[in-house]
């Protein structure tokens, strides 16, 4: 019985996106400037990009796992895989890509109050609020938990003072989710609560970061006597590093997620093949680089079934809890082995920075991009850190 509940369900999400899901959206993205972000400020590529966000938002299935009355599709965790499995089949693009959707909205179903999840939650789901992440400061990178913005409650209101650092597309953002210590006097752990407020709020200002690419999603963001609701606090007041750690486990799953590049475009043989043409025996004339391409393929796919294993356990309630940083960790390893990959197989012309023929020297740009894959979302030091205590269940340094 369940199998036929299952190829039915299948049978009608395939049907679904076949008439609803544009030709124009299902064709690999180009990058940042071709993702449908969300926000106030958002302006969409394409009458399609509008078209297929606004009809899958309908849907509820922006965030298909989430309840209904939250602006979600209600489906069951199986439910949601097929609808994911049929839009890769479909070479479907996400409709809607969005902090609030990885990172916050979890934290506000395990977390926030009625008031806030049926204020914010529907707001995300139909991409009209944006969202960009308060953690990291100047002096508290890895070491998070020694945070210094200050948030100090007078009256109904909190006044934030302070900064924060690597903060991917502030200076786009409609609101941030930011932790703020609001007890000097606690232990760094325990005097740390989670604030939501608008970027547009009186005394916040934004600084754009550029990398070693020529460009860069992150900013410097700076409060300055910032007015913030009290009723924006999320769960208890000086117990906001729960929901961090809570929402740092979601974060580096979306950031593993570069490690899966399975779901359209060109693979990484096919780039290198064109880049470098075949030998008589229709192979690449570089032994090394064959054996570089194959090692890499096997552990693509080692790693999918990975991802695949680490959410079937979540949804059965198994699993170490080390999961998130595992895959965080050889996520990031594996992308920057791709690029690598590719910088290998296009030679000296990969190294070109600017001009028409090289997009203004992409291939470059992206490979120098992937070095921040390491250290953004928790250093992979951190996270080796981590599994060691968690899964292995030795002590701490």
């Known amino acids: 019985m369940v199998a036929t509940l299952d190829t039915s369900f299948r049978q009608e999400v395939r049907a679904w996106l076949e008439a609803n899901c544009p030709p124009e959206m299902r064709t690999p993205e180009t990058g940042d400037d071709d993702t449908c972000w969300g926000g106030r400020n958002f302006r969409f590529k394409s009458e399609a990009q509008r078209v297929w966000m606004q009809r899958m938002a309908e849907k509820g299935w922006t965030v298909p796992d989430w309840p209904k009355a939250y602006g979600g599709g209600g489906l069951t965790s199986e439910e949601t895989a097929i609808l994911r499995q049929e839009m890769r089949a479909l070479k479907c693009r996400v409709p809607l890509s969005s902090f609030g959707i990885w990172m916050l909205g979890p934290a506000l179903l395990k977390y926030g109050s009625e008031e806030q999840k049926r204020h914010y939650l529907p707001q995300i789901a139909r991409g009209e609020i944006r969202w960009c992440q308060g953690y990291s400061e100047p002096n508290a990178g890895s070491d998070l938990a020694s945070l210094q913005t200050r948030a100090e409650l007078q009256g109904d209101h909190f006044i934030v003072n302070g ?40 005394g916040v200002s934004t600084r754009p970061i550029t ?50 590049r399975s779901a359209g475009g060109p693979t990484v043989s096919q780039q290198v093949v064109a880049a470098t043409g075949l030998d008589a025996q229709g192979r690449l004339d570089n032994p090394g680089l064959r054996k570089r391409l194959a090692t890499l393929e096997i552990d693509e796919y080692a790693f999918r079934l990975a991802q695949q294993r680490a959410a079937e356990l979540a949804r059965t309630g198994g699993g ?67 599994l060691v205590k968690r899964v292995l269940g030795l002590p701490g340094a």
């Not at 028409?356 to 390491?374: D, M, P, Q, V, Y």
């Open 320 to 386: 170490d809890g080390g999961a998130p940083s595992m895959l965080k960790y050889y996520g990031s390893e594996l992308n920057k082995r791709r690029h690598e990959t590719l910088m290998s197989g296009g030679g000296i012309d990969a190294l070109e920075w600017e001009g028409e023929r090289s997009a203004e020297g992409a291939r470059a740009r992206a490979w120098l991009r992937t070095k921040a894959n390491s250290i953004e979302g928790g250093t992979s030091e951190v996270q080796l850190n981590i």
């Open 163 to 202: 900064s924060k650092i690597w903060t991917s597309y502030a200076d786009k953002a409609d609101w941030i989710f930011c932790l703020v210590r609001t007890d000097p006097g606690a232990k760094k752990h325990t005097g740390i609560s989670f604030l939501l407020f608008d970027m547009a709020s009186p």
């Open 211 to 260: 990398l070693i690419s020529g460009a860069s999603p992150f900013c410097q963001t700076f409060f300055e006597d910032v007015r913030v609701p009290a009723s924006q606090l999320v769960g208890e007041m000086n117990g906001g590093w729960e929901i961090a750690k809570y929402l740092l486990g979601h974060e580096r799953t979306m950031i593993s997620s570069i490690g899966d």
